[in-house]
């Protein structure tokens, strides 16, 4: 569940505060619950303190906590900075990492840090493009995709989230799971499921 929140995109995003309450998590039922934090942000210092409270609430109750490194629209997305907002996150208490897949060096990101790395699968693109992505991550240490819009927004989300699975649990390559999803996608379209927008 997410827990941080505050500014609309017409604001500083880095200038969060905690929005849920962690009895609220409880009663949710949740497996974890997350929030962003900025690193090298304009309020840097209030989202890691958001984090570490929200760890020490988290860990109370044997809830873990994912922390997802948030990149604002001024920063560079290269390996060295992922690798220090991912390893910062982890040193300070979060039992995983939510983080952008990047061409270059991605591996040395999963490697420096201590806890699992699950990629984000940030803007819709093309879904040979989603699979590759996710297949890359894996192959360099992630350890498991949050794909987001590149399911929900894929014309057969069913088969889209089928794919995604195999990639990631079976080591599926990415031609392989665009077929199975081609495939999938077309079964759901003759009994009328899983094309839903």
Do not use: W
Not at 1 to 13: N, T
Request: glycine letters at 8%; a negative charge; hydrophobic letters at 40%.
């Amino acid at each position: 569940m997410r827990c941080s929140g505050g500014p609309s995109i017409l604001k500083e995003l880095s200038n969060e505060e905690l929005a849920v309450d962690i009895e609220d998590a409880i009663r949710m039922n949740v497996s974890a619950v997350a929030l962003q934090v900025f690193i090298g942000g304009e309020h840097e210092t209030r989202s890691v303190h958001n984090m570490t409270r929200l760890v020490d609430m988290g860990l109370r109750y044997g809830i873990p906590t994912m922390a997802v490194t948030a990149v604002g629209k001024d920063m560079v997305r290269d390996a060295r900075y992922f690798r220090l907002a991912c390893r910062i996150c982890a040193e300070l208490g979060a039992q995983f990492v939510k983080t952008y897949y990047i061409e270059e060096g991605f591996e040395t990101v999963t490697s420096s840090c201590p806890v699992p790395i699950v990629m984000a699968g940030g803007k819709k693109i093309p879904v040979l493009d989603a699979l590759t992505m996710a297949y890359r991550a894996i192959q360099q240490g992630a350890a498991g995709v949050d794909m987001g819009r590149n399911i929900f927004q894929s014309d057969a989300p069913t088969a889209m989230i089928q794919a995604i699975h195999k990639v990631v649990h079976e080591d599926l390559k990415p031609r392989e799971a665009l077929d199975l999803y081609e495939t999938l996608k077309n079964e759901g379209e003759k009994v009328g499921v899983g094309n839903a927008r």
